[in-house]
């Protein structure tokens, strides 16, 4: 069915129902010929109004934060596998309450936290660093020299009392094959301890949802791994994967500049605080209606509406001429968007709202100046 998305109102999210569905069938079909857990990283989608839609395919979901953890409680209605980089006397007690894995970033944070969570009955996991690194920009690559993610195995001389698991993660948008190369990394250094082990997490990054993504070679190097380590259960935590091309940021062009040979469409969003990994990746992302420029052919840039010099993202050319008024549609926007916006300059907050299976759309939040104002005090 098109969607009219001058029908939609801007700026707004805009997830697919339909979408969505499709994910979760690919990705339970997966857990279920691989026998593992495949659950939700919350931090890349917590849109907590389409719990109900993920409940039907997913039976658990990650926290990284005391927050996540009680959504994931309040919403999915189960407790959390939680990791954070680090935890904090005022917030542990509470995690406590909303976790059933927690997994500890070194092993000063382990013999902090770890006593009061075993006591409690939690199962205690370590993140373990197998240097072996798959993913080319640093930002995202938590195996780079000096990360500080994860205990490498020159620091563990033995397993710690207690730990029931380890978790890795060092994929980032990637495929089987990256992961077959980590797993290599992991059983190499780390190896010896698998079989006193319960569980294993195999963190995120698994984007099987992508076009073209090899699911069955994932499937047979989970198999595969779980016939050498019959003992573990086998836990994977995507985010991306979930809501991969499940919507769009719905925008509109509010005005049009020609400046020294540029042409900018001015919208009423921002890349800065609506779409932030256009500019810390960086990547361009697609546009409903645009292509890649070729030779000869008018270019545009996108400007944002805050005040950041950076905040645009270039070139696209346009199946048609631009206008003032006109929708302008930015493709993936549900993964890493509404997660980490900001209202910096007090620019108006995207609505977010929901295509179901009949086509009609339900707005589930708007914003407002209390809002904004809300966060300062
Ligand atoms: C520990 C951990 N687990 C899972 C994820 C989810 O990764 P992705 O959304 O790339 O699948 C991340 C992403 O940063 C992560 O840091």
Same mark, same amino acid.
């Given at each position: 069915m098109e969607i009219d998305f001058s029908k939609i109102s801007s700026p707004c999210y805009l997830l697919d129902e339909g979408r969505l569905r499709a994910n979760l069938g690919l990705i339970a079909g997966v857990a279920e010929r691989a026998g593992v857990q495949v659950i939700l990283a919350l931090k890349a989608c917590a849109m907590w109004p389409v719990f109900s839609v993920f409940r039907e395919g997913v039976h658990g979901a990650t926290a990284s934060s005391l927050s996540e953890a009680r959504l994931v409680g309040e919403e999915l209605g189960t407790l959390s596998h939680t990791y954070a980089p680090v935890y904090t006397d005022g917030d542990f007690e509470e995690l406590l309450n909303h976790s059933s894995h927690l997994t500890f970033n070194s092993l000063g944070q382990y013999s902090r936290f770890a006593p009061r969570a075993l006591i409690r009955g939690v199962s205690c996991g370590l993140r373990i660093n197998p240097e072996c690194s798959t993913v080319a920009t640093d930002l995202y690559n938590p195996c780079a020299a000096g990360s500080r993610l994860g205990v490498t195995a020159a620091e563990l001389e033995r397993l710690p009392e207690g730990l029931e698991g380890f978790h890795f993660h060092t994929l980032c948008e990637s495929g089987p094959e990256e992961l077959r190369m980590t797993l290599e990394a992991v059983e190499e250094r780390f190896g010896r301890y698998l079989p006193h082990l319960k569980w294993i997490n195999m963190g995120g990054g698994h984007l099987m949802t992508r076009e073209g993504y090899d699911a069955g070679a994932l499937v047979s190097l989970l198999v595969e791994f779980r016939r050498r380590y019959p003992n573990l259960e086998v836990i994977l935590e995507p985010g991306s994967a979930f809501t991969w091309r499940t919507g769009w940021l719905v925008a509109t062009i509010e005005d049009k500049i020609e400046r020294g040979g540029v042409g900018t469409l001015m919208v009423d969003v921002s890349f800065a605080c609506h779409m932030p990994d256009c500019l810390e990746m960086p990547y361009k992302p697609s546009i409903v209606g645009?292509? +890649?420029?070729? +030779?000869?052919e008018r270019r545009w840039r996108v400007g944002g509406n805050c005040c950041l010099a950076g905040d645009w993202v270039g070139d696209w050319a346009f199946d048609h001429e631009p206008k003032v008024g006109e929708r302008l549609v930015f493709e993936d926007m549900i993964h890493y968007t509404m997660v980490k916006t900001t209202m910096f300059n007090g620019v108006v907050h995207p609505s977010i709202a929901v295509r179901r299976m009949d086509g009609s759309v339900d707005v589930v939040r708007r914003f407002g100046y209390e809002d904004y104002k809300s966060r300062m005090g």
């Open positions: 645009a292509h +890649e420029p070729r +030779e000869g």
